[in-house]
Nanobody
Framework: QVQLVESGGGLVQAGGSLRLSCAAS????????MGWFRQAPGKEREFVAT???????YYANSVKGRFTISRDNAKNTVYLQMNDLRPEDTAVYYC?????????????????WGQGTQVTVSS
């Protein structure tokens, strides 16, 4: 059973920080890249960040320099540290497991998704 469970969302003021966590079952996590996506109201889901099995990272331009993705392979957990949050970061954030160990940049590269966690940034 592949399971991804996100946590850490909430309400924060602009300029604040949040850290999202995504706990995965061992089978879901090993040798796979992981990613974060988000979907704002009325918009399509968009890529936020990805981290390869070896730890290489890649970010959407809109979050580069403000968000940091990391993973703890011993804990089967991937994190998204979000700093300097802006109202336009408001969205449901989804954790996802990639089909491959690296190079996963679009939704089609992912095969399992978490249920999502709401992040709301007030101005």
């Amino acid at each position: 059973q592949v399971q991804l469970v996100e946590s850490g969302g909430g309400l924060v003021q602009a300029g604040g920080s949040l850290r999202l966590s995504c706990a995965a079952s061992l089978r879901a996590f090993t040798f796979r890249a992981m990613g974060w996506f988000r979907q704002a109201p009325g918009k399509e889901r968009e890529f936020v960040a990805t981290i390869s099995w070896s730890g290489s990272t890649y970010y959407a331009n809109s979050v580069k320099g403000r968000f940091t993705i990391s993973r703890d392979n011993a804990k089967n957990t991937v994190y998204l540290q979000m700093n300097d949050l802006r109202p336009e970061d408001t969205a449901v954030y989804y954790c996802a497991r990639a089909v491959y160990g690296s190079g996963a940049y679009v939704e089609g590269d992912y095969d399992y998704w978490g249920q999502g966690t709401q992040v709301t940034v007030s101005s």
